[in-house]
């Protein structure tokens, strides 16, 4: 899949489609592994590096993890970075043996001004529980929160008030990441399993451990592929 030859103007319209198929009702009843996706490219340059890191629930243990060079024409354009990103990440996804619980993208969920951030985008394709985890706001609006580890503050979308989100507090006084739903997964949900996910970085464990070894790719010290972690035997690579 690429989409390459897509405009920006029919990238709206399938987005404006594609929030139709998103869910906000939980799919899961025990959650033993969560992964983490993540992406690195310079904005004017085709090449995309991508990652999926598999981590143990809620020990935060890598498991293991799938990497993948490729390329895109798809511009760098705020709003639509799933169908820049995507692609990369689907063919990331299609090497896991075994797919993980849930999955978290370093990006939007719901928290989007049509509801079509990366990781709904990428949950919606796959039908898979997705969770977005943002460094920064694109939309919605919240109440400010307290400075301590593990605040939080409602985001709503400042038109329909409708509860998107939350702001959360990963260390004491750093700035916020921001959690919304991607698909089949619900609001609440999605804070309390990022909640368990954080350790002692302003990142989320399967966020942070996705852009370690997608950095690692991109400067040639580990290779495409899909590599299984075992902490007596090393690492295989498949």
């Known amino acids: 899949m690429n989409y390459n030859d897509v405009s920006i103007a029919q990238a709206t319209e399938m987005q404006n489609q594609m929030r139709h198929s998103v869910s906000l009702q939980s799919d899961f009843k025990n959650i033993t592994t969560i992964a983490g996706a993540d992406i690195s490219h310079n904005k004017y340059e085709e090449t995309v590096y991508a990652g999926i890191v598999i981590l143990s629930y809620p020990q935060m243990v890598v498991q293991s993890y799938s990497l993948v060079v490729t ?3 798809f511009p760098y354009v705020p709003g639509f970075l799933g169908f820049r990103e995507v692609p990369a990440l689907l063919q990331a996804w299609e ?22 951030g990366i990781a709904s985008h990428f949950g919606v394709l796959t039908n898979h529980a997705a969770i ?23 985001i709503i979308n400042a038109y329909t008030n409708e509860h998107l989100g939350y702001a959360l507090r990963t260390k004491n006084g750093v700035e916020p990441v921001y959690i919304s739903p991607g698909h089949k997964v619900s609001v609440n949900d999605s804070l309390t399993i990022m909640t368990n996910c954080i350790k002692n970085h302003r990142i989320p464990e399967p ?5 370690e ?3 690692l790719l991109r400067t ?18 498949f």
């Not at 966020?207 to 852009?211: K, L, N, P, Q």
């Open 71 to 73: 390329a895109t024409k």
């Open 95 to 116: 090497q896991l043996p075994t797919k993980p619980d849930v999955m978290v993208l370093d990006g939007q969920g719901i928290t989007h001004p049509r509801k079509m």
């Open 207 to 211: 966020t942070r451990m996705a852009h």
């Open 220 to 237: 040639g010290k580990l290779k495409p592929g899909f590599h299984i972690a075992d902490t007596q035997m090393g690492l295989f690579d």
């Open 213 to 215: 070894k997608v950095n």
């Open 132 to 154: 977005g985890c943002a460094k920064s706001m694109l939309f919605g609006k919240f109440p400010e929160l307290g400075n301590e580890k593990f605040s939080t503050s409602t």
